[in-house]
């Protein structure tokens, strides 16, 4: 069982920065892909990025590739988002999961899920 816990969310203004972790526990993710999801309300929950699980290969979701970046670090069984240049589109809860098979842009295909953390963008 692995349980995820994100933190860093919060509150900015358009093209302001926030940097979103999700710590893992219960099992060591270093053989786990690692990605992050948003959902906004009355929306699905959609696809932001994966990392594999040796941290050597990143996808993003078109609309924020070049403006985040994921990054993991294996020995604090913790993975990173770096947001720049924020977007009121942007405005979600943001999921980090995981996952000890192929990395997915399809939700289903993840394997644990954290609560989630709120971020919100402001004009």
């Known amino acids: 069982q692995v349980q995820l816990v994100e933190s860093g969310g919060g509150s900015v203004q358009a093209g302001g920065s926030l940097r979103l972790a999700c710590a893992a526990s219960?099992?060591?993710?270093?053989?786990?892909?690692m990605g992050w999801f948003r959902q906004a309300p009355g929306k699905e929950r959609e696809f932001v990025a994966f990392?594999?699980?040796?941290?050597?290969?990143?996808y993003y979701e078109y609309s924020v590739k070049g403006r985040f970046t994921m990054s993991r670090d294996n020995a604090k069984n913790t993975v990173y988002l770096e947001m720049n240049s924020l977007k009121p589109a942007d405005t979600a809860t943001y999921y980090c999961?995981?996952?000890?098979?192929?990395?997915?842009?399809?939700?289903?295909?993840?394997?644990?899920w954290g609560q989630g953390t709120q971020v919100t963008v402001s004009p």
């Open positions: 999961s995981s996952t000890a098979g192929f990395p997915s842009t399809d939700s289903r295909g993840w394997d644990y």
């Open positions: 219960g099992r060591t993710l270093s053989r786990h892909a």
């Open positions: 990392i594999s699980h040796g941290g050597d290969r990143t």
